[in-house]
């Protein structure tokens, strides 16, 4: 069964302050890996769809890479408004199967 | 240009109690997926529904079951409702198999 795992837990920067989430997984054939981005009380909002080893995504502050174990979201000069949970998910057949997330916290 | 929109946003039920929440695809968008957040989890799939027949499910009991009508909108009824059911309840739409699921802001369930 697929399995994701989303590392750290939580994730406090200053504003300012690059870093990355990971995401490793275990899928019998990948037939994607997203990317999502959740604010509270709020549905996940639609960032990246990676699907080869190798693959690169980027928009605004954010790029998103995948190897054949793992992705990585890297963050640049994040600033507040990039404070959210970020969830991983890979698909299998038609289903995605979440981590349970990174939740940012950006300090002004 | 609409996105995915659920309702209600809130429902309030008890123990053994049915509950129907609804949802309307993204324009053009003709497959449906439900999913079941719990707090400070991830969603969980519970199924997929493409021409108005369900595709795929996930590790569900028989007490969640769906529709899909004609215009691709989607029900998830859920049967004698357990305090373990409370939680976000979340329809994502996509134009293919494969492509990115789009999520609305779904519902948050509540048993007493």
């Known amino acids: 069964e697929d399995q994701v795992t989303q590392s750290p837990e939580a994730l406090r920067l200053q504003e300012g302050e690059s870093s990355s989430l990971n995401c490793s997984y275990t899928?019998?054939?990948?037939?994607?890996l997203f990317w999502y981005r959740q604010d509270p009380g709020k549905g996940p909002e639609f960032l990246f769809t990676?699907?080869?080893a190798g693959e690169e995504k980027e928009k605004e502050r954010l790029k998103a890479t995948l190897t054949k174990k793992e992705s990585f979201l890297h963050i640049t000069a994040p600033k507040p408004e990039d404070s959210a949970t970020y969830l991983c998910?890979?698909?299998?057949?038609?289903?995605?199967?979440f981590g349970t997330g990174t939740r940012l916290t950006i300090i002004p | 240009d609409a996105g995915v929109t659920q309702s209600p946003t809130h429902l309030i039920k008890t123990r053994g109690q049915q509950v129907t929440l609804r949802c309307s695809p993204k324009?053009?968008?003709?497959?449906v997926s439900w999913y079941q957040q719990a707090l400070g989890q991830g969603p969980q799939f519970i199924f997929q529904?493409?021409?108005?027949?369900?595709?795929q499910r996930g590790n569900f009991p028989d007490r969640f079951s769906g529709h899909q009508f004609p215009n691709y909108s989607s029900e998830l009824n859920v049967n004698a409702l357990l305090l373990g059911d409370s939680a976000l309840y979340l329809c994502?739409?996509?134009?293919?198999?494969?492509?990115?699921?789009?999520f609305g802001d779904g519902t948050r369930l509540s048993i007493l």
């Open positions: 994502a739409s996509s134009l293919a198999v494969g492509a990115p699921q789009h």
């Open positions: 990676l699907y080869s």
């Open positions: 998910a890979v698909q299998e057949g038609e289903k995605l199967t």
């Open positions: 899928v019998s054939g990948l037939r994607g």
């Open positions: 529904y493409y021409e108005e027949e369900e595709r």
């Open positions: 324009s053009g968008h003709d497959t």
